[in-house]
């Protein structure tokens, strides 16, 4: 039996005025995710325990059916297994944005104007963060370069007694009260201001209209997990699809085949053909498990883009449901899906949360009293089901 999950990530949200009161699941049109709803296990779950924070690393664990009480080490580790960097156990790691910063005041008084400085380009940020590296790398700690804005700080030998604060959680506020205590990072922060502000990428970004990426933003603390693979725990072999080291990172430290898609960005213009068609590939080559990772609406919630994060649904409907599902009949094999965000991005508030979330849990070979409600909030939660750890749904959509 193939098993898939598609992860919309941050899908879940609230009601929003612009919508007429709708929530972006209630207004995007979605008929695929629709059906599955209508004749699968709809309800609610909980990805995030108590006392954890609510991010994608914490959630995606959970859904991948990792408990995060037992095995989040922090976010940062994880990215560091996706980008192929080696970690001690005496090492530390930080997830390091690459910002956007109010340009007029002080370092400690300016305004967080984008965590993801307009989604910059790889090639772009590669060349910032060398620059970070070439200036202020030393034997203790040194940078390393990902996907577009994410990238990692590694500081050796150093304890984990960090409290950082996420820069997505503080768009268009002032930085004063969420800049790092430990005065090492601080300063590497401020130092970095000085080299990027005129870096010649960033003059030419100006020159384009797009927000200069003028400072690095270091977060995401962690050390070196220790997951155990996907097979020992489920006995299940697969592969993962996505555009984000995050969660290239779970795969690769599960054991799972990671699918790189030419033109995967993470973001409303990414190449959504492209991942389905990696998802098909693999399970016509194989692979009884498919994590496909969509990361366009947590994207379009950060930055309150409403028009965006309906058409991510949208496009996720289209061009990613749809042609697995069809791919999927066409073989007259049974298969499970699991369908879900991870956590909600609200549009209000521009960052996560851990309430919980609707899944849709479908099965080819089960026949029944279906639930006939399309795919919503309100709609799952009308059913009464509900599952308090999110790490229990994936033995539910691998039992056969």
């Known amino acids: 039996m193939k098993s898939i999950v598609i992860?919309?990530?941050?899908?879940?949200?609230?009601?929003?005025?612009?919508?007429?009161?709708?929530?972006?699941?209630?207004?995007?049109?979605?008929?695929?995710?629709?059906?599955?709803?209508?004749?699968?296990?709809?309800?609610?779950?909980?990805?995030?325990?108590?006392?954890?924070?609510?991010?994608?690393?914490?959630?995606?664990?959970?859904?991948?059916?990792y408990d995060p009480q037992k095995y989040y080490t922090g976010r940062s580790p994880l990215e560091a297994l996706s980008m192929g960097v080696h970690l001690e156990l005496s090492d530390t790691t930080f997830r390091t944005n690459v910002v956007t910063l109010s340009e007029d005041e002080p370092y400690e008084q300016k305004t967080m104007v984008d965590y993801s400085s307009d989604e910059i380009t790889t090639e772009e940020s590669s060349q910032l963060i060398k620059a970070v590296n070439d200036a202020l790398a030393t034997p203790e700690y040194e940078f390393f370069s990902g996907i577009s804005?994410?990238?990692?700080?590694?500081?050796?030998?150093?304890?984990?007694?960090?409290?950082?604060?996420?820069?997505?959680?503080?768009?268009?506020?002032?930085?004063?009260?969420?800049?790092?205590?430990?005065?090492?990072?601080?300063?590497?922060?401020?130092?970095?201001?000085?080299i990027l502000k005129d870096h010649p990428v960033n003059l030419e970004r100006k020159k384009r209209g797009l927000n200069p990426a003028n400072s690095i933003w270091i977060w995401g603390n962690g050390t070196k997990p220790n997951l155990a693979t996907f097979d020992e725990l489920y006995g299940v072999s697969g592969s993962v699809?996505?555009?984000?080291?995050?969660?290239?990172?779970?795969?690769?430290?599960?054991?799972?085949?990671?699918?790189?898609?030419?033109?995967?960005?993470?973001?409303?213009?990414?190449?959504?053909?492209?991942?389905?068609?990696?998802?098909?590939?693999?399970?016509?080559?194989?692979?009884?498990?498919?994590?496909?990772?969509l990361e366009a609406p947590d994207e379009a919630g950060h930055r309150h883009e409403i028009e965006n994060k309906v058409k991510a649904i949208e496009l996720i409907d289209e061009k990613i449901v749809a042609p697995i599902l069809d791919h999927l009949r066409s073989t007259g094999e049974a298969f499970s899906m699991l369908l879900m965000p991870d956590h909600p991005t609200p549009l209000a508030i521009r960052t996560h949360t851990s309430d919980p979330v609707p899944y849709i849990l479908y099965k080819s070979s089960e026949c029944g009293q279906k639930s006939g409600l399309s795919y919503t909030e309100a709609n799952a939660l009308s059913?009464?089901?509900v599952t308090e750890n999110g790490y229990m749904l994936m033995e539910k959509l691998l039992k056969k």
């Open 7 to 65: 992860l919309l990530d941050g899908a879940a949200d609230t009601p929003v005025a612009e919508l007429g009161g709708k929530t972006p699941l209630e207004a995007a049109k979605k008929p695929n995710i629709d059906s599955l709803a209508a004749s699968g296990e709809m309800g609610m779950v909980t990805t995030v325990p108590e006392g954890l924070p609510p991010g994608s690393d914490v959630a995606n664990l959970a859904v991948f059916g």
């Open 149 to 194: 804005y994410r990238h990692l700080l590694v500081w050796h030998n150093k304890e984990n007694n960090f409290s950082l604060t996420p820069p997505h959680d503080i768009s268009d506020r002032k930085v004063t009260e969420y800049l790092p205590k430990d005065p090492v990072l601080l300063d590497l922060m401020k130092k970095s201001y000085e």
């Open 241 to 293: 699809v996505s555009a984000v080291d995050l969660i290239k990172g779970i795969g690769k430290g599960a054991g799972l085949n990671i699918v790189d898609v030419i033109g995967a960005t993470g973001n409303v213009h990414t190449n959504f053909d492209g991942k389905a068609e990696a998802a098909v590939c693999e399970l016509k080559n194989g692979a009884d498990f498919v994590y496909v990772h």
């Open 383 to 385: 059913t009464g089901i």
